[in-house]
């Protein structure tokens, strides 16, 4: 069973540095896929990052190529995301998610089927 839980959102001025994490506290973790989403209010749960289960082939969202870094260390059952150069429109609450798909890299919330409680990351002009 994959039990996830968040840590690391508050809020911060926009440049600033953030880093997420997320923690299995079940023992097959490195079983999945694991990805990250975001849900503004008003707005549709969207794709942010998704790391497949060897940690190699990271994917992301255009919005946050190059700002953004996925990350897990599979010893310690944890996801990470660092979050770099943060906007204002990166405001949202941060879900972790695991996903049994690992033939391809899954981008979509239907394909994973463990979420955490989410954690609000808030950025400010």
């Known amino acids: 069973q994959v039990q996830l839980s968040e840590s690391g959102g508050g809020l911060v001025q926009a440049g600033d540095s953030l880093r997420l994490s997320c923690a299995d506290s079940?023992?097959?973790?490195?079983?999945?896929?694991m990805g990250w989403f975001r849900q503004a209010p008003g707005k549709e749960r969207e794709f942010v990052a998704a790391?497949?289960?060897?940690?190699?082939?990271?994917y992301y969202a255009d919005s946050v190529k190059a700002r953004f870094t996925i990350s897990r260390d599979n010893a310690k059952n944890t996801m990470y995301l660092q979050m770099n150069n943060l906007k204002p429109e990166d405001t949202a609450v941060y879900y972790c998610?695991?996903?049994?798909?690992?033939?391809?890299?899954?981008?979509?919330?239907?394909?994973?089927?463990?979420w955490g409680q989410g954690t609000q990351v808030a950025v400010s002009s």
């Open positions: 998610a695991a996903s049994g798909v690992v033939s391809i890299m899954p981008t979509s919330p239907g394909q994973y089927a463990f």
């Open positions: 079940g023992r097959t973790f490195s079983s999945y896929s």
């Open positions: 790391i497949s289960r060897s940690g190699h082939n990271p």
